[in-house]
């Protein structure tokens, strides 16, 4: 009998906990183990040994419910990559030895890059220490849905839904005035511009925002962005803009950092603006109505209560397959989703070796972002869609969410 | 036989236009009323002679029920207050003008301080040209929630929920890493502090945040400020200030006309910057953690997918009650929530004189913060508590809500 452990790493997202659900579920189950150790702040608890057991804190149906509805990583996060074990053991040696003293055979990563490069040094150095007792696997995790080989991210669709939400509410808010008016909202990404197209799920019932859309994929060009703006200010008094975080000029620097070489603050330092502000800002001075910004900020990763019931099934789904592959005797991979079908949309899950995915970014496909770079087209759409299916119960307690701590 | 004529001013808010469909709901019920009209924009369209007749658009429950789940003025709103008629009544006869073109014999106003100004005016104007055929009743609609002689305003306990809530789970959000750090939560309301005070809610379930509170009836000083966070950071290593958007100086200026004399943008302009940017600038200087601000912009106006069913019940109920008052013969008041328990909750509408209410302003009573200036007390707590109870089924097609467009 062995020991299973899982850990958390990198940013919050609606789904990240039912990945942890998944695990636990699969570990409780399996006669194979014995205990479940979840470790407090991904692998910086590992290396610091805070380890803390879950069987118990865990075993009743309603607690894992509750889980799956609790945002953000329950255990805890970090942001820590691994030194190369190539150049200095140290880490592993310590990371070795807290798995020897609470006998792990089996550890579950969930999260994103640089989690799928904490799993591919670790698994790499066990197979060159010839430590084949220990099993490691990544589970992915990412509201910016851009890791390799899987078809999209767990926690993603929760993202999407959220932002496809919010921005039919946004719609209705933004043109209940008769004056023009301008407003630009601004979507997590700096890399990749998966969330900002989700963006386009707004308008599937009707409602109009988005009237554009830049992803960070394409260079932007302010002077064809007020020319875009121009041209849609005269068909429609009102008009709402989406926008990735990272939007780029045409060298690759984020257009804000030339806001930053300008503006100051208070005290004389550069404002770190982002990209809806650096918008609003020329918006105001070139087009001169009323202009809005709006950061969907931390809300886009953690708002639960408006969670994707797909995405959290899938996500749950994907903890237990990830568990039980390890358990099986596999190592060094990812948990991936396979789209197997989009209409209906059908998927299934598979194993893909780690060294494929860690340290890469998946973009979108230029032929996903219309000609004009300004929206996106209709496969984008076939590809969302399925994601953001399905409302879930949450459970409210006094009016508010319930969420569970597990420590 | 007489018409009854609505129309939305201010604002948006999730539960406006469940008031409306309390109106429409009336009309349609009552022998006495022949046609229901909207105005479009507010008074605007009364001006301009935009009416449109509702009785065919909202006949079935199910298009008024999608009504109630569509955030912001279904009608169009507007930001207009008329002109003295002791001055000119060239807008009162324009007024008048169109209501006798369409035999409207009640109007009903939804709206805010603006919009119980015209309420006002132009129920005085009627008595003084002794036209009493045409009665003018307000309801009452802020999420501000700072309308006088009114126990609460509708939509504010839906802004207060989304304000809530979104507390709630950015507590599991900004808790995550064990880096020490700060986010400061930016929340509507300049001159009242309700809806600030309403994240206190997001506590109610063990959920920390916020940490501190800062509304605006009390002024701000920086010093103090700093202390408090300092103080804050000793106990843990991550905090969360919730603060209006409206703090002010002893001098009773806004704490961010002191950022905007100095900082500039990249076109020499003066930063529009929030009080929470202004915050987190002097945060990073003087404290030097990672600091994050977060402005819950329109969403905690518009998160209708959110909303507190007590609000939408009683901004239904309020709409009715106002119609049918009307439809009785009153005039020149506003509808009014009562209080008459807090635990357990009841509540009952009257009508009060709208001079005892246009122009004026209800903060926060002083005695519901606490002397330390940086919470609030049992009692705010007491009299929110009842205001975001309940969850509405909120109908989705293809992942996203729908929304109900009148025009």
Chains 1, 2 share one sequence.
Request: charged share 25%.
């Amino acid at each position: 009998m062995k020991n299973l452990l899982v850990a958390q790493s990198g940013g919050p997202s609606a789904a990240i906990n039912a990945t942890l659900v998944g695990v636990v579920e699969k570990g409780l189950a399996d006669q194979n183990i014995d205990k479940i150790y979840g470790a407090k702040n991904g692998i910086m608890g590992i290396l610091t040994d805070k380890l803390i057991e879950l069987n118990d804190k865990l075993a009743d149906p309603e607690t894992l419910q509750l889980l799956c509805q609790t945002p953000s990583s329950a255990l805890g996060s970090c942001r820590m990559k691994l030194s190369h074990w190539e150049e200095s053991t140290f880490e592993y040696d310590k990371i070795i030895k807290v798995f020897r003293k609470y006998n792990i055979g089996y550890f579950i990563y969930i999260g994103g890059n640089d989690s799928m490069d904490t799993v591919k040094k670790l698994s790499g150095f066990c197979e060159r220490m010839h430590i084949d007792d220990i099993k490691i696997i990544g589970a992915p995790k990412t509201i910016d849905n851009d890791l390799m080989e899987t078809d999209h991210c767990p926690g993603f669709g929760s993202a999407a839904k959220y932002v496809s939400t919010t921005m039919s509410e946004i719609s209705c808010d933004c043109n209940v005035y008769a004056q023009p008016s301008i407003t630009i909202v601004e979507i997590m990404g700096r890399d990749a511009g998966w969330l900002t197209a989700a963006s386009a799920l707004g308008r599937l019932n009707g409602d109009t925002a988005p009237d554009l859309i830049y992803l960070c994929e394409r260079p932007f060009f302010v002077d064809q962005f007020l020319d875009d703006v121009r041209a849609k200010m005269e068909e429609k008094h009102s008009i709402i803009i989406a926008v990735s975080e990272g939007i780029k000029n045409e060298e690759g620097d984020y257009v804000t950092d030339t806001l930053k070489d300008r503006a100051v603050d208070a005290f004389g330092h550069k404002i770190l603006a982002g990209a809806s502000r650096y918008l609003e800002e020329i918006l105001r001075f070139e087009i001169g109505c009323k202009v809005r910004s709006i950061e969907l900020n931390v809300m886009q990763r953690c708002a639960s209560h408006v969670a994707s019931a797909s995405d959290i099934y899938e996500s749950r789904l994907i903890g237990s397959a990830a568990a039980d592959y390890a358990i099986s005797g596999g190592t060094g991979k990812m948990a991936c989703i396979k789209r197997t079908s989009t209409k209906p949309y059908r998927f299934e899950i598979d194993f893909v070796d780690i060294d494929q995915i860690a340290n890469q970014v998946k973009t979108v496909p230029d032929e996903w972002i219309n000609p004009a770079g300004n929206d996106v087209t209709q496969e984008m759409i076939d590809y969302l869609l399925p994601l953001i299916q399905g409302e879930l119960p949450c459970t409210y307690k006094n009016g508010v969410p319930v969420h569970l701590r597990l420590y």
